[in-house]
């Protein structure tokens, strides 16, 4: 299978860089693959699961939360807001906030802001209990 080089970063700085043969993520529009020959192109990601198929076959999953993904002249960016190996994911933190969540969400009185704050959280709970299961 032809590869393709990737890196992903987020604000901590880089957290992978390397061959692959596929990376995939969600975008703001739906789940998108990436793979070798893929032309110039450029979105904004939303909040997901996503893995890399690697030079060997083997695959790393990891919860991805917003940002940029390019392909330029063959070249992959993935730019995160967030991007959490699976390895590296906190199952009962995720569970506690999804709980915490839930209350808010059931208990209500909340403005439109909080509510808003309050579904993005659950959403990233939900989001990285998927990755981990
Ligand atoms: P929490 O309420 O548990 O902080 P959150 O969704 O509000 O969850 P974020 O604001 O998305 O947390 O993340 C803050 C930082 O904590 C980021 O660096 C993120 O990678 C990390 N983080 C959050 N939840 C987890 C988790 N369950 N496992 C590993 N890292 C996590």
């Not at 198929?53 to 993904?69: F, K, P, W, Y």
């Not at 906190?90 to 808003?116: C, F, H, N, P, S």
Request: proline share 2%; with cysteine; aromatic share 4%.
């Amino acid at each position: 299978m032809r590869t393709f080089p990737l890196r992903i970063g987020t604000p901590d700085g880089l957290l992978f860089e390397g061959e692959v043969e596929r990376v995939v993520c969600r975008s703001i529009t739906g789940d998108l693959a990436i793979l070798a020959g893929h032309c110039n192109f450029c979105t904004a990601l939303g909040m997901g699961e996503a893995h890399v198929v690697l030079e060997d076959g083997s695959r790393r999953d990891a919860a991805c939360i917003g940002g940029m993904l390019s392909v330029m002249d063959g070249s992959c960016h993935l730019l995160a807001t967030t991007w959490e190996w699976q390895e590296d994911i906190d199952a009962e933190r995720a569970a506690t906030a999804k709980q915490r969540a839930e209350e808010k969400l059931a208990k209500g009185g909340l403005t439109d802001q909080e509510y808003k704050i309050v579904q993005a959280k659950l959403q990233r709970a939900l989001v990285r209990l998927s990755v981990k299961s």
